[in-house]
C-alpha cells in the first residue's frame, strides 16, 4: 500500500506561490533598475565626453566664412544623419550654431556640433578626396573622421583626412555645398567662430572721433588698420580675446588678429591684421587709461598726430598720455 503525502493546506501553497510570484516581480523591478541605472551612467559618461562644450554649457556660435561671409547651416534644420551641409545667410536660426567640444584623448582637437540637430561635422565613409561635401552625423567618438583641428588660421582641419573645410571656388552663393580640400591660404577655408556682436565692439578713438577698422573688409593678412568714420559694419568690430599676458584683438570681418608690420619695435610702424598666432606682437595689454600697449614692442597702438581724416593708418608709438592712443571698447 502506497502511502500518499499529506495535502498542503490551501491557504499554504497560496501563499507560496504569492510568493513566488512576487520573487519573480522583485527580479524584474530589479534587473529593470540595474539596466536603467547603466543606460544613466553611459549618458552620464557620453555627456562627460561628447557633449560638454569646451569654454561654456550654452557655447555655441555661428562658424562665419571669412570669404563669403555666410555661416555654415544645416539645411532645412534637418536632424537626419548623411545631410550634406551648406553656407547661408547668417541669421539666428539655431541649425547655424554650433559648439566645439573638446575631443577626449585628442589633445586640442574638436568634435563640432549642431545645436539644432545634435549631430556632429563629419567626413561621409572617411573619405580623403577633395571636393567630398561634409555631412552630419551622430557624435559616436568613434572615429577621427568627426575629429577637426582650429588652427591659428582659423582653418578647421579634420584629422582623418588632413584637408581643410572649404567653400569650393570661393562662391559667395547661398546653398553652396561645404566641402573639405587640400589646405591652403585661401580665404574660403577661414572660418571665424563668432557669437553675434555680443562678443565684439567698435574700437573708438577719443581723439579723433573716429573707429579702427579693417579697410573694405579685407580677408588679406598684412592689410594696414586705418581709422574710419564708425558703422555697424563688420570690419569695424574687435573681438578681445584673453590670453596669457594680455589680449588678442580679432577683427569679425577677417577673424585676424591685430599685430604689428614686421615683429618691429621702432615708432611709426604699421598696425596690421594677420592670421592670429601666439607670437607677442599680437598680445595687447589694456590698461587703466584705455590705451593698448603692444606687448612685443611695449608701444602703444594711436593715431598719428590724432587726425581726424578718414583712412589715416593705424601705427605704434611710445605710450603716452595723448587722446590718439585712447580707445573705448
Given amino acids: 500500500m502506497t502511502i500518499k503525502p499529506p495535502r498542503e493546506d490551501p491557504s499554504t501553497e497560496t501563499e507560496r506561490l504569492l510568493d513566488v510570484m512576487h520573487m519573480k516581480k522583485l527580479t524584474r523591478v530589479l534587473t529593470a533598475a540595474a539596466t536603467a541605472l547603466c543606460a544613466v551612467a553611459a549618458a552620464m559618461v557620453w555627456g562627460l565626453v561628447f557633449s560638454t562644450p569646451a569654454s561654456a ?3 555655441w556660435r555661428n562658424l562665419n566664412n571669412v570669404n563669403s561671409e555666410k555661416c555654415l547651416a544645416v539645411p532645412n534644420s534637418s536632424t537626419a544623419n548623411g545631410t550634406g551641409l551648406i553656407q547661408w545667410a547668417c541669421n539666428d536660426n539655431s541649425d547655424q550654431d554650433w559648439t566645439l567640444v573638446r575631443a577626449e584623448g585628442y589633445g586640442d582637437r574638436y568634435i563640432i556640433r549642431n545645436r539644432f540637430s545634435l549631430k556632429c561635422l563629419a567626413m561621409p565613409n572617411a573619405s580623403t578626396a577633395n571636393g567630398t561635401q561634409v555631412i552630419q552625423w551622430t557624435c559616436d567618438g568613434g572615429g577621427d573622421e568627426q575629429v577637426w583641428i582650429r588652427d591659428s ?9 588632413d584637408r581643410c573645410l572649404a567653400v569650393p571656388n570661393a562662391s559667395t552663393a547661398d546653398g553652396t555645398e561645404v ?29 579723433t572721433g573716429m573707429c579702427l577698422a579693417n579697410p573694405n573688409a579685407d580677408p588679406s593678412g598684412g592689410t594696414v588698420m586705418i581709422q574710419w568714420s564708425c558703422s555697424n559694419s563688420k570690419s569695424n568690430y574687435w573681438a578681445l580675446q584673453a590670453v596669457t599676458g594680455g589680449y588678442r584683438i580679432i577683427n569679425k570681418a577677417s577673424g585676424h ?6 615683429v618691429s619695435q621702432t615708432n611709426g610702424a604699421k598696425v596690421i591684421q594677420w592670421p592670429c598666432g601666439d607670437g607677442a606682437e599680437q598680445i595687447w595689454v589694456r590698461d587703466e587709461f584705455d590705451r593698448f600697449q603692444n606687448k612685443n614692442s611695449g608701444r602703444c597702438l594711436a593715431i598719428p598726430s590724432t587726425s581726424t581724416t578718414a583712412g589715416t593708418e593705424a601705427i605704434q608709438w611710445t605710450c603716452s598720455d595723448s587722446a590718439s592712443q585712447l580707445w573705448l571698447w
Avoid at 257 to 262: E, K, N, T
Fill in 57 to 59: 554649457e550654452d557655447d
Fill in 153 to 161: 588660421w582659423n582653418r578647421l582641419r579634420n584629422l582623418h583626412s
Fill in 179 to 207: 566641402v573639405q580640400w587640400t589646405c591652403s591660404e585661401s580665404a574660403d577655408q577661414r572660418w571665424a567662430w563668432f557669437d553675434d556682436d555680443a562678443v565684439s565692439a567698435r574700437m573708438h578713438n577719443m581723439g
Fill in 257 to 262: 588678429c591685430l599685430a604689428i608690420a614686421g
